[in-house]
């Protein structure tokens, strides 16, 4: 693998990253909205968070054994 290949992976990894933290937050913000204890609004913007991570990573996983 590249420099280049390797340095737009890692772009993608942080892009990702950057993206399921927002997913994280939207998640625990509509718990909060719907009216849920903070605990349980950590729990569920939690779990959308590492959701997000777990598949984008797949989807990492399968573009790069394509290549």
């Given amino acids: 693998m590249s420099a280049h290949a ?5 772009l993608a990894l942080t892009v990702l990253l950057v993206l399921s933290a927002v997913i994280g ?5 509509t718990a909060r909205q719907g009216g849920a204890p ?5 729990d569920r913007g939690t779990l959308a968070f590492f959701s997000a991570m ?14």
């Fill in 6 to 10: 390797l340095l737009q992976v890692f």
């Fill in 54 to 67: 777990t598949l984008g990573l797949a989807l990492i996983g399968i573009l790069l054994t394509a290549l």
């Fill in 25 to 29: 937050i939207l998640g625990y913000g």
């Fill in 38 to 42: 903070v605990a349980a609004a950590v």
